[in-house]
């Protein structure tokens, strides 16, 4: 489209916009029902469709197996012949199916008639012939639409490492060098896994947290004051070289997908990640599991909630400007802002939940450890219930702590200062993790579960399972200590991806050499190790361990691979994603993230550009399709841009090339009959010099602005008719 005639404007005056802050959030008890029946009642808060969550859990991880980014096909082709069946690698149907979720209106109401999916394809690391895909699905904000709210997950899981072949086709069966080491390495690759726990879950939940927000909004009357994101992080599960994932889908978003200017940042970002094993499920339903103690008194599963910390920390120093530290000083304010409406989201949550279900959950399997035969004993067929959902397990099962691993995709938007969270279920034995009660040996205690589940998506099901390169530190190391003295050298190779230590203390590293009652690695040390803590080869899944499959989920997290059918979930499974996603879509629905405004009437203008920093190039393309009329329609709109260089154009989508280098202050008009919807984007074009423009941050303008911009957009329209005809 080609830009019109120069049009004499106004300079108009500017307003800066502050920040909404969250508001306390009000809880009721109501049960999920369906979504069409929730619509017709008023209702204070979000309320999760338990139901509906499990049930697509269960659809994904019975349709779309091992789903590896880069190595299904043509993305932008679902008939391409490298598309795999998705039994074999079901990455394309899941993203299929999962904006198909997403934009469904049926099921989520008439707010999912403004959702637009848009595909963010990029090429990740280590030769893979296609591209990955940050999808994501947007809803504009109504009143404060340059402020972002991005909920998120992980859909990929743990690819194959290239040289499998050539150790099946060695000739050896030594598991360091042979057959025996591919056999481990295609057990860690998830094959033929449904990635049920690692990936789905927090996919699932995130799209459970969409609809109950969606229906809330419709049954208020009300519309979100900020844009909505919600986004598949891709590529997450790749390996670095020692062994931990590369979390390449979440950099590439941070980096590439988060605009330079005052509009289109982020006030919040939510990450769903491994769910299921959490609170308030007991670890295989049960107070007996892995100890034989008088009475059991294992307590439930541990729910992780990393946050933003208020202070830079191990995981994200401070070294001066620029640094991940010195970016979550920068935004102090917010951040702490944020962590006081997380901890109020959570404990509102815990008491909605506590309400519908009478404050307790059932135990579901009556078999215990120590003992044959069932307990109590004898059984009386009712499952035994535990007190649940109490502000005091809430502070000692689910307490909103510092994130101080950064291990998760959460790290690329933390180290630019975002308030934001990953939530997750058990990953590696801790002190959090280990299901022992507390009057348990210490010894006996301390002994690691390594592996069991999570990161590692695996579990082990009794003593002495197999765990390749299994040994302990000789002695204690420092920080910068490349050699590491260890009891036992065995299975141990140059090359080897390591982890040393548990809980917060783990580190990650590559084996460079193996000497003498010690090896040598590739990288320093940076935290301190006290002697006889786990030295191990990170593997993940060895001989022994089962597939983290649907069935496995609904055991560990209830003790039965599911409920009354086999589509039904286990109560204590479906209660450990429901709770997260509650609190969850609570504090998405506060003042301080999406908040809630009347639904719009008329025109709700927005825009997004290609690509969305223009660092390199003076060709900007503008796209409204994002924009929607009152009822959700795109029918009708009209639509016309000023580009912020004195020009104009005409058209929902249109490319723009600029003659230098400028911080462009970009407006969108969008017109049906006499309504009118207005949004302006500050867009950097080729490292322009200078402050940008003083724009607010929700792209909105003052009143004496608007009439300026309405009118220049009438005769800018008048133009381009003259032009056409």
């Given at each position: 489209?080609?830009?019109?005639?120069?049009?004499?404007?106004?300079?108009?005056p500017?307003?800066?916009?502050?920040?909404?802050v969250?508001?306390?959030?009000?809880?009721?008890?109501?049960?999920?029902?369906?979504?069409?029946?929730?619509?017709?009642?008023?209702?204070?808060?979000?309320v999760?469709?338990?139901?509906?969550?499990?049930d697509?859990?269960?659809?994904?991880?019975?349709a779309?197996?091992?789903?590896?980014?880069?190595?299904?096909?043509?993305?932008?082709?679902?008939?391409?012949?490298?598309?795999?069946?998705?039994?074999?690698?079901?990455?394309?149907?899941?993203?299929?199916?999962?904006?198909?979720?997403?934009?469904?209106?049926?099921?989520n109401?008439?707010l999912?008639?403004?959702?637009?999916?848009?595909?963010?394809?990029f090429?990740r690391?280590?030769g893979?012939?296609?591209?990955?895909?940050?999808?994501?699905?947007t809803?504009?904000g109504?009143?404060?639409?340059?402020?972002?709210?991005?909920?998120?997950a992980?859909?990929?899981?743990?690819?194959?490492?290239?040289?499998?072949?050539?150790?099946?086709?060695?000739?050896?069966?030594s598991?360091?060098?042979?057959?025996?080491?591919?056999?481990?390495?295609?057990?860690?690759?998830?094959?033929?896994?449904?990635?049920?726990?690692d990936?789905?879950?927090?996919?699932a939940v995130?799209?459970?947290?969409?609809?109950?927000?969606?229906?809330?909004?419709?049954?208020?009357?009300?519309?979100?004051?900020?844009?909505?994101?919600?986004?598949?992080?891709?590529?997450?599960?790749?390996?670095?070289?020692d062994?931990?994932?590369?979390?390449?889908?979440?950099?590439?978003?941070?980096?590439?997908?988060?605009?330079?200017?005052?509009?289109?940042?982020?006030?919040?970002?939510?990450?769903?990640?491994?769910?299921?094993?959490?609170?308030?499920?007991r670890?295989?339903?049960?107070?007996?599991?892995?100890?034989?103690?008088?009475?059991?008194?294992?307590?439930p599963?541990?729910?992780?909630?990393k946050?933003?910390?208020?202070?830079p920390?191990?995981?994200?120093?401070?070294?001066?400007?620029?640094?991940?530290?010195?970016?979550i000083?920068?935004?102090?304010?917010?951040?702490?802002?944020?962590?006081?409406?997380?901890?109020?989201?959570?404990?509102?949550?815990?008491?909605?939940?506590?309400?519908?279900?009478?404050?307790?959950?059932?135990?579901?399997?009556?078999?215990?450890?120590?003992?044959?035969?069932?307990?109590?004993n004898?059984?009386?067929?009712?499952?035994?219930?535990?007190?649940?959902?109490?502000?005091?397990?809430?502070?000692?099962?689910?307490?909103?702590?510092?994130?101080t691993?950064?291990?998760?995709?959460?790290?690329a938007?933390?180290?630019k200062?975002?308030?934001?969270?990953?939530?997750?279920?058990?990953?590696?034995?801790?002190?959090?993790?280990?299901?022992?009660?507390?009057?348990?040996?210490?010894?006996?205690?301390a002994?690691?579960?390594?592996g069991?589940?999570g990161?590692?998506?695996t579990?082990?099901?009794?003593?002495?399972?197999p765990?390749?390169?299994?040994?302990?530190?000789?002695?204690?190391?420092s920080?910068?200590?490349?050699?590491?003295?260890?009891?036992?050298?065995?299975?141990?190779?140059?090359?080897?991806?390591?982890f040393?230590?548990?809980?917060?203390?783990?580190?990650?590293?590559?084996?460079q050499?193996?000497g003498?009652?010690?090896?040598?690695?590739?990288?320093?040390?940076?935290?301190?190790?006290?002697?006889?803590?786990?030295?191990?080869?990170?593997?993940n899944?060895?001989?022994?361990?089962?597939?983290?499959?649907?069935?496995?989920?609904?055991?560990?997290?209830?003790?039965?691979?599911?409920?009354?059918?086999?589509?039904?979930?286990t109560?204590?499974?479906?209660?450990?994603?429901?709770?997260?996603?509650?609190?969850?879509?609570?504090?998405?629905?506060?003042?301080?993230?999406?908040?809630?405004?009347?639904?719009?009437?008329?025109?709700?203008?927005?825009?997004?550009?290609t690509?969305?920093?223009?660092?390199?190039?003076?060709t900007?393309?503008?796209?409204?399709?994002?924009?929607?009329?009152?009822?959700?329609?795109?029918?009708?709109?009209?639509?016309v841009?000023?580009?912020?260089?004195?020009?104009?154009?005409?058209?929902?989508?249109v490319t723009?090339?600029?003659?230098?280098?400028?911080?462009?202050?970009?407006?969108?008009?969008?017109?049906?009959?006499?309504?009118?919807?207005?949004?302006?984007?500050?867009?950097?074009?080729?490292?322009?010099?200078?402050?940008?423009?003083?724009t607010?941050?929700?792209?909105?303008?003052?009143?004496?602005?608007?009439?300026?911009?309405?009118?220049?957009?009438?005769?800018?329209?008048?133009?381009?008719?003259?032009?056409g005809?």
């Amino acid at each position: 489209m080609k830009a019109l005639p120069r049009i004499r404007r106004r300079r108009w005056p500017v307003v800066i916009a502050c920040v909404a802050v969250a508001v306390p959030l009000s809880v009721t008890a109501r049960g999920p029902g369906s979504p069409a029946a929730q619509a017709l009642t008023r209702q204070p808060t979000p309320v999760i469709n338990a139901d509906y969550l499990y049930d697509q859990l269960y659809a994904m991880a019975k349709a779309y197996s091992y789903r590896i980014s880069g190595a299904d096909g043509d993305p932008r082709n679902a008939a391409d012949p490298f598309n795999l069946p998705p039994t074999v690698n079901g990455w394309q149907e899941l993203y299929t199916h999962w904006k198909a979720a997403l934009t469904d209106a049926k099921v989520n109401g008439q707010l999912a008639d403004f959702a637009t999916a848009t595909d963010h394809y990029f090429r990740r690391t280590g030769g893979y012939r296609f591209d990955s895909n940050d999808a994501e699905v947007t809803i504009p904000g109504a009143t404060c639409p340059g402020q972002r709210v991005l909920l998120a997950a992980h859909p990929d899981e743990t690819p194959v490492p290239s040289d499998v072949a050539e150790l099946i086709d060695s000739g050896t069966t030594s598991g360091t060098t042979g057959f025996g080491a591919a056999r481990r390495h295609i057990t860690d690759s998830n094959l033929g896994n449904e990635g049920a726990y690692d990936g789905l879950s927090g996919v699932a939940v995130t799209i459970g947290e969409y609809n109950a927000l969606l229906r809330w909004y419709a049954a208020n009357r009300t519309y979100p004051k900020r844009t909505l994101k919600v986004t598949l992080l891709d590529a997450s599960r790749g390996k670095t070289g020692d062994g931990r994932f590369s979390r390449e889908g979440s950099a590439y978003y941070a980096n590439n997908l988060v605009p330079s200017g005052p509009q289109g940042q982020y006030a919040l970002f939510a990450n769903m990640d491994s769910l299921g094993l959490d609170y308030p499920a007991r670890h295989l339903g049960t107070e007996f599991y892995w100890n034989n103690v008088t009475g059991g008194g294992v307590g439930p599963w541990f729910t992780f909630i990393k946050a933003t910390p208020t202070a830079p920390n191990a995981a994200y120093p401070d070294t001066g400007a620029g640094s991940p530290g010195a970016s979550i000083a920068a935004n102090a304010a917010a951040i702490g802002q944020f962590r006081s409406d997380l901890q109020a989201a959570v404990l509102a949550g815990f008491a909605q939940q506590g309400a519908k279900y009478g404050f307790s959950v059932p135990l579901e399997n009556p078999l215990r450890y120590n003992q044959n035969g069932q307990a109590p004993n004898p059984y009386s067929g009712v499952a035994p219930t535990k007190p649940a959902y109490s502000a005091a397990e809430q502070a000692q099962y689910s307490p909103v702590r510092d994130d101080t691993t950064a291990l998760e995709d959460e790290q690329a938007f933390i180290d630019k200062g975002i308030p934001g969270f990953t939530v997750a279920g058990v990953k590696n034995s801790n002190a959090d993790e280990n299901p022992y009660a507390p009057t348990v040996d210490p010894t006996r205690k301390a002994t690691p579960v390594v592996g069991y589940a999570g990161n590692q998506t695996t579990f082990q099901l009794g003593n002495g399972t197999p765990q390749p390169g299994m040994t302990t530190t000789a002695g204690a190391t420092s920080p910068g200590a490349s050699t590491v003295p260890v009891a036992v050298t065995t299975n141990l190779t140059a090359g080897q991806p390591i982890f040393i230590d548990t809980g917060d203390n783990t580190e990650y590293g590559q084996i460079q050499a193996v000497g003498t009652g010690s090896v040598t690695l590739v990288r320093p040390l940076t935290r301190a190790h006290a002697s006889g803590v786990p030295f191990t080869v990170n593997e993940n899944q060895p001989v022994g361990y089962l597939s983290d499959s649907i069935e496995h989920l609904n055991y560990f997290a209830a003790g039965a691979p599911h409920g009354l059918r086999p589509q039904q979930p286990t109560e204590e499974l479906q209660r450990a994603l429901e709770l997260p996603a509650q609190w969850t879509s609570l504090l998405l629905a506060g003042d301080g993230a999406l908040g809630a405004t009347a639904a719009p009437r008329g025109p709700v203008a927005y825009f997004e550009t290609t690509p969305v920093k223009p660092d390199t190039t003076r060709t900007v393309t503008f796209d409204a399709g994002f924009s929607r009329d009152g009822e959700g329609s795109t029918r009708g709109l009209k639509y016309v841009w000023d580009f912020g260089d004195g020009t104009f154009g005409v058209g929902e989508r249109v490319t723009h090339t600029y003659s230098a280098p400028i911080y462009a202050d970009v407006k969108l008009v969008v017109l049906k009959g006499h309504d009118v919807g207005l949004y302006r984007q500050a867009v950097a074009v080729e490292h322009p010099s200078g402050a940008a423009p003083a724009t607010n941050a929700c792209g909105t303008f003052t009143p004496q602005e608007r009439t300026s911009l309405v009118a220049a957009a009438h005769t800018a329209l008048a133009a381009a008719k003259k032009d056409g005809e």
